[in-house]
Each structure stands twice: as structure tokens, then as C-alpha cells.
């Protein structure tokens, strides 16, 4: 059988292609496996086709989108992109993709995911050039990971996740045949108990704040459990004073983490601060927001974060202190309460209770402290 048997139509028509180019695809192609995959090393493949493999043939094959390759520890894997694939693939660089997949995410994600997703592009960009999606390899991806794991593996892990998301929606637009990264596995990252505040570190930090604002939001964040962006983004709309409730919903320019409505209760503390912040008049021409820099022009996070990060130093507290430690504290003050790991998760809005489990440590500390207790006994 000849060569050009297993080489689609498309491939036949392209000119930028010369012969001795179809001859290395088309022996590839049958030496393939069922999943398009072939294993040799370049010199075997000289050896099958009878012809001297090129650099430069290798590489007009992979630009134009007819295959892949992956060099391993057993020598090079080959991978054969056929006929509308490979045309799809062709056509789509990094930078190209990246403005696309951005410009999906500002429809369907958060504002911030969206503008994170497009930094972490940047970075890939910048490592590996505006090369073609389907030239990304797993080995590229493993390095650029590897560059910044030590130093800021928490960093590198989330941008691990969101090329992972990116790359799993350019398979199912058709603009890879396969994602690269399934092939990357970090490594473990460190487990370190979060940092949390007690009520009294909470009145150092309120003590050092001059803005009524920061400190009734440093409040609520830290008797409620609600993230900064949920903060910055609920309305009075959301508020239920006589049930002592709060709705932490989506809206046109709000999607929750999870993606998930939930409900709120509030205690005496809240309750008390959210009843006096509450405005006798509404705005029907803005949005009413609770914590708001004028009205209807919300605070920015990075500048509450540096607030309340400004005010814990000043108040003396652990570095590892910062907004979301909030956060953290509601988590941990409530199981030290004794409230189930579960009824903590559905407060939280957490999508799984293995992240509400990291809080489980606070369990295990006053048992500890239980224990010890007893050597102080006559």
C-alpha cells in the first residue's frame, strides 16, 4: 500500500507540502496506533520512509497543524492530526486562543477569574513564544510550572488549574485534538493550617482602622464567613433584617464561586451593624451596595485587602494575616463550637467538604489542650 493511502485529502492539497513532507506523514501515519500515535525516534523513521527526516520538515508538519511530537525517556512519540482537526488546530496560536477563551470567560466567570486567566496566558506566552496551541507539549508545560513552583507554588498550582480549564475548552471547541496538560502532574503541595484571628485580635485590627466602612466590612466578613468579592458585591436587596438572614446570589455582573445561591443567618453582632448601616432612602438610579465608596461605586479589592493587611501590622499580628484570614476565622471559631464540619460547608458555600475538612484542625488542637490538662490535676 502506498504512502499516499493514509494521507487524507487535505493534507494532498496542500501546497506548502512537498513530497518527500507527504512521504514522512504518510509512514507515520501508518505506523500509527488506533489512537494516531506512533513511537520511533527520527532515526527509525529515516530508516522506514528512506528518506533524511529534517528539522525543518519535522517542524512545517507540526506549524501546519499535521502533527505532534513528544520526546520522552524511550525516544519520540509522534501523533497524526487528520483533516478538519488538524485545518482547526492550524489556525489557532496562544494569542489568539487566549483573547477568545478571555473574552468567554468575561460572559460566564467573575470579572477577576477572567483578568487572572489572561495573566496566566501571559506568562505561558512569554515562555514559550505565540506558538501554535497544538505545539504546546507536555514537557514544555512541566518546565514552565517547574520555573515557579519552589518560590510560589500556591501561584503556580492555581495557574495550573486554569490552563487546565482553558486547554479542556479548546478540546471541546475542536481546537485540539487532546490537551497536553492532563500529561502534567505537579508536585504535592505543602499543607499548613490557615492563619485565623481570635475576636480579640479582631478588635486590634478595628482599633487600628480610621475608615467606618473597613471596619464594619472587617466585621461582617469575620461573623459571616463571606468572601471579599461577595462582600463588595452584596446589595441591600439581599438583606433580611427581620429574619436575620442574607442572600448571597448571582446577578449579571456577579457570579458566586461556586456558582451556587445561598442563604446567610446572621448573629447579634451583624445583625446589630447591618440594622444602623441601613439607609432610610434608596437610590433607585444606582445599585444600593452595603459597603459602598459613593453611591453605587464599589470599593476595589486589592485596595480593602492592603486596608485591612495595613492594620494588622500596625496592630503588631502574624504576617500570615490577610483578608481572607477572615474567612478562615469564621471556619475555625465555629467548629470550635462544636457546629458540624457539614452545617460549616453550606454557611461557607464551599462546592466540597474536603475544603471544609481543613478546618478540622481546631478540633484536633482542643484536644490536645484537653489532654495536657490533665497534668495539671492534683
Known sequence: MSDAAYIPLLILNDVRLSRADLRVFGTLSAKADGQGKCSMTRSELEGVCGIKCSGQMISRLMKFGYIGIENNSTGTTFKIIEGQDAKREARHSLGSYCIEYVGYLHKTHSEKYAKDAARTFGKLQHFTGD????????????????????????????????????????????YLHDSS???VKLPKLTKSIPAFLSEHELQSVLDHTSNCDMRDLFTLAFHTGFRLSELL???WQAVNLSESTVRVSNSETFTTKSKKERIVPLNGVALNMLSERRPKVFNLETRNYVFAKTPGEQYKSDSVSKLFKKAVRAAGLNERLHFHSLRHSTASNMVRAGVPLAVVKEILGHSDITTTMIYSHVQNEDKIKAVKALESVP
Not at 508545560?141 to 486554569?162: C, H, I, P, V
Open 131 to 174: 506558538i501554535a496551541l497544538n505545539e504546546l507539549t507536555p514537557i514544555m508545560l512541566e518546565t514552565f510550572f517547574a520555573d515557579s513552583f519552589k518560590g510560589a507554588q500556591f501561584e503556580t498550582a492555581k495557574n495550573y488549574r486554569t490552563l487546565k480549564a482553558a486547554f479542556n475548552h479548546a478540546v471541546s471547541w475542536n
Open 181 to 183: 496538560i492532563r500529561k
Open 233 to 235: 458585591n452584596l446589595e
